[in-house]
């Protein structure tokens, strides 16, 4: 009797403690799981993921008086001002702000105005252009706390980001994750220019946090 009266006792115990730890403990935040792939110290991404260009950021960013929906715009913002283009870069705030049934709609919307900037030199705008996108990054950042929380991820932490994007060899590497994937950097076709400046802006940043 004794040995069975000590075995309820403890196993009241334990369960006494089990619901004590539940209500203390609060479950955990689910974090969504993106497609970025690591391999040999790089991180690939394409879109409908934070790092993108092309990712709809909530809350909106809030950049020379106006509000954007995705870094994609203020870059072509941007590079409408550069060219003193001021009616293109109207246009461009418009669509941004439209209602769309898909997101990806209004960002081609922004690109295909963005191809429309009057007076547009590309010689011109190849320097700029970089210092363009790294201002959309940064106040991207600011606003979209999803953003920077991928950004900074332990997970990536000295790795370099690349846009896997077979259609983009100035911004992306110009091949898609499975294929940077099996070649390596060697089979880059593309300058990668877009995930420069996140890795860039997520060593600033991290550098900023260490101060």
């Not at 001021?86 to 295909?112: M, S």
């Not at 690349?162 to 994937?181: L, P, V």
Request: glycine share 6%.
């Amino acid at each position: 009797p004794y040995r069975n009266d000590m075995c309820i006792i403890r196993r009241g115990v334990i369960i006494t403690s089990v619901r004590t730890m539940e209500t203390k403990m609060q479950p955990k935040e689910e974090k969504p799981n993106y497609d970025i792939r690591c391999s040999d110290g790089y991180a690939y991404f394409y879109m409908d993921v934070p790092l993108s260009n092309w990712w709809d950021s909530v809350p909106a960013i809030q950049y020379d008086g106006h509000t954007f929906n995705a870094s994609e715009s203020i870059f072509m913002y941007l590079k409408a001002k550069y060219f003193k283009d001021e009616e293109t870069a109207a246009k461009i705030v418009e669509a941004d702000n439209k209602t769309y049934d898909q997101p990806k709609k209004r960002w081609a919307a922004v690109k295909r105005l963005g191809k429309k900037v009057k007076n547009f030199d590309d010689k011109k705008w190849a320097g700029p252009n970089r210092k363009a996108m790294a201002t959309a990054l940064k106040q991207k950042a600011l606003y979209d706390e999803e953003f920077k929380r991928v950004l900074l991820d332990p997970q990536y932490a000295g790795m370099t980001f690349c846009e896997a994007s077979k259609y983009d060899q100035i911004w992306g590497i110009g091949i898609d994750a499975n294929t940077a994937i099996r070649v390596g950097k060697a089979g880059w076709k593309g300058h990668n220019f877009l995930g420069r400046a996140l890795t860039e802006l997520r060593d600033e940043l991290k550098g900023q946090a260490l101060s």
